[in-house]
């Protein structure tokens, strides 16, 4: 079982940045792969980045790519999403998720576990 638990979420204008975090709780955190969603309202979850077991692999959704970046510390259970140049359309709940497997997905159903969700709104 594991339990996760985003912060960092906020309010920010256009262009600026945010860092969200995602803790997890468990002695096997090190064994999943990672991955960010995210949900505006009256739209469909969407894919923002995943990131393997050991950090080494990472991707993006298209929206994102070149602006976020995602990360890990296997030491302190923790994986992080920077988020630069902030758009109004980046405005959405973002929410943390644990797969059992060592490579990311794209996919939400692929994941095992997720988060409560963070706010993130983008002022223009």
């Known amino acids: 079982q594991v339990q996760l638990v985003e912060s960092g979420g906020g309010l920010v204008q256009a262009g600026g940045s945010l860092r969200l975090s995602c803790a997890a709780s468990g002695r096997t955190f090190s064994s999943y792969a990672m991955g960010w969603f995210r949900q505006a309202p009256g739209k469909e979850r969407e894919f923002v980045a995943a990131?393997?077991?050991?950090?080494?692999?990472?991707f993006y959704g298209d929206s994102v790519k070149g602006r976020f970046t995602i990360s890990r510390d296997n030491g302190k259970n923790t994986v992080y999403l920077q988020m630069n140049s902030l758009k109004p359309e980046d405005t959405a709940v973002y929410y943390c998720a644990a797969r059992n497997q060592r490579w990311g997905s794209k996919r939400w159903l692929d994941y095992d576990y997720w988060g409560q969700g963070t706010q993130v709104t983008v002022s223009s």
């Open positions: 990131i393997g077991w050991t950090g080494a692999s990472t």
